[in-house]
Nanobody, 124 residues
Framework: DVQLQASGGGLVQAGGSLRLSCATS????????IGWFRQAPGKEREGVWC????????SYRYSQKGRFTISRDNAKNTVYLEMNNLKPEDTAVYYC?????????????????WGQGTQVTVSS
């Protein structure tokens, strides 16, 4: 089974930083793009970043460019999301999903295998 588990969330003050990790199993990691998305209470899911099999990053939210960085470690089957200068509007549960293609889609897709997510709370 395709399984991904996000971790690393927490409570931070505005302007702070967090590094999220996405541990994966059950599929050939090198063959999948991996995406991060988030969902705040009462809001729809929204794409954050995606990384292709070759490490090319795609942002789905202009407001995150320059603040968030996505990376992948193929040796560890893990994807990371480095989040800096966090804002209260970044508060959400963050998930990672496996996308069965080498390149990230132009439009956000949640992919498959995402688990419970990790809570990120940014206080003002």
């Amino acid at each position: 089974d395709v399984q991904l588990q996000a971790s690393g969330g927490g409570l931070v003050q505005a302007g702070g930083s967090l590094r999220l990790s996405c541990a994966t199993s059950g599929f050939t990691f090198d063959d999948y793009a991996i995406g991060w998305f988030r969902q705040a209470p009462g809001k729809e899911r929204e794409g954050v970043w995606c990384i292709s099999t070759t490490g090319r990053a795609t942002s789905y939210r202009y407001s995150q460019k320059g603040r968030f960085t996505i990376s992948r470690d193929n040796a560890k089957n893990t994807v990371y999301l480095e989040m800096n200068n966090l804002k209260p509007e970044d508060t959400a549960v963050y998930y990672c999903g496996a996308i069965p293609r080498s390149q990230c889609p132009t439009f956000f897709t949640p992919g498959t295998g995402w688990g419970q997510g990790t809570q990120v709370t940014v206080s003002s």
